[in-house]
């Protein structure tokens, strides 16, 4: 085994006096307040001590317990991971600080009309942001498509966004509607619950052990009937929809492509298409895949699924690939001629908004198509 002591040589003055840092790291499934790769104060720096095998690779980031509080370069955009290849021994690594996204005062990325809803679900108030399209206000008896996306606060608006990136919804839709006025569509997007965000997007426990997603799980039924049953009605009543399941689509990443995947097949009456991005099937795959077996396909469906060959480090990349695989070919043989559905491997795709904002269009462009 080797061993890498990563230090913080400098970090921005502004620092807040009790921080505690972490290394937000693929090997510990990137959550960023593991207490086993937290850094200890060692005279004027922090240091943590991290073990592997010769030539393992560690790629990471640096955070104060949160990825809302996670490193930036010096101009505030986010920084590619860090790498460490491990070797024989120990040596010494020095990280330098340049700004914490926290503390960067982010400027609005909107673009267009993007109204700002709340919704009372589970005893708390969720934001929801709603796009319309450039024609909305100009073509008074119009009406349009729906897709209803997840994590809302980061389609939109790097502000809002999670990870100060975001899938440029806004941008994109806008550059459709000029292309092509037939591609317009109301993006309706609810925020995530943040810590909550893996118990509502499945409806099923984890059936994995990792730290980050031990006992999450099992409130996806509890979500996915509030969209249906309160968020849709909501929308149809306030704007200009066509209401009907042949031009509503929902839509996702990575625990949203889980919960999209598993809202299309069980809300048949409600969405005929669904974008899934990125799917952590992993989560509870054999649950999914039980489900699909039971769950008879009795309306078409539109399904677009893509991945990236490089959504984790190592082999686990393999994993979504073949999870996707899996799923893909359950959806195909269970609906057969009912099911279109195309799969997209992205060579050296990565997990992330930047990568969803480049998928978007195409695979958008491909769900509209009649």
């Not at 999209?260 to 969405?271: E, I, N, R």
């Not at 077996?293 to 190592?314: C, D, F, N, W, Y």
């Not at 979504?320 to 009912?338: C, E, M, N, P, T």
Request: proline residues 5%; glycine residues 8%.
């Amino acid at each position: 085994m080797g061993q890498v002591n990563v230090c913080i040589r400098s970090m921005p003055s502004q620092t807040p006096e009790d921080s505690h840092f972490y290394l937000g790291a693929n090997l510990n499934d990137w959550r960023s307040d593991d207490p086993r790769f937290r850094f200890q104060r060692e005279g004027d720096q922090y240091c943590a001590a991290v073990d592997g095998p010769p030539d393992s690779v560690m790629l990471f980031k640096v955070t104060r317990g949160d990825w809302k509080k996670v490193e930036r370069d010096a101009n505030g955009s986010d920084i590619p991971n860090r790498k460490i290849v491990f070797g024989e021994g120990s040596r010494r690594i020095d990280v330098d600080i340049a700004q914490w996204s926290d503390l960067i005062q982010r400027k609005s990325t909107r673009t267009g009309v993007i109204e700002i809803l709340e919704m009372p679900f589970r005893n708390a108030q969720r934001r929801v942001w709603v796009y319309l399209p450039p024609s909305y206000a100009q073509e008074p008896n119009k009406r349009y498509p729906v897709l209803y996306m997840h994590d809302g606060q980061n389609l939109f608006d790097a502000k809002t966004s999670t990870y100060g990136r975001e899938w440029k919804i806004d941008e994109t839709m806008e550059r459709l509607s000029r292309q092509d006025p037939s591609s317009e569509c109301i993006v309706v997007g609810m925020e995530n619950g943040q810590s909550e965000r893996m118990n509502e997007y499945s409806p099923w426990k984890t059936e994995v052990d990792f730290d980050l997603s031990r006992g999450q799980g099992g409130l996806g039924d509890v979500y996915g009937d509030f969209v249906v049953a309160k968020l849709k009605p909501g929308i149809d009543a306030r704007y200009r929809t066509i209401a009907d399941r042949d031009h509503t689509f929902i839509g996702g990443s990575s625990m949203g492509g889980l919960i999209s995947c598993y809202m299309a097949l069980k809300h048949q009456d409600t969405f005929s298409r669904a974008l899934i991005f990125s799917p952590a099937f992993w989560f509870a795959k054999s649950k999914l895949l039980e489900f699909i077996s039971q769950t008879q396909v009795t309306r078409p469906l539109k399904i677009h699924v893509s991945v990236g060959t490089m959504e984790v480090a190592g082999a686990d990349a393999k994993t979504y690939v073949r999870d996707a695989q899996d799923i893909s070919k359950a959806l195909q043989d269970r609906g057969g001629a009912k099911v279109i559905l195309k799969q997209a491997v992205i060579d050296g795709g990565l997990h992330c908004e930047d990568a969803w904002a480049d998928l978007f269009p195409h695979a958008f462009g491909w769900l509209m198509k009649k």
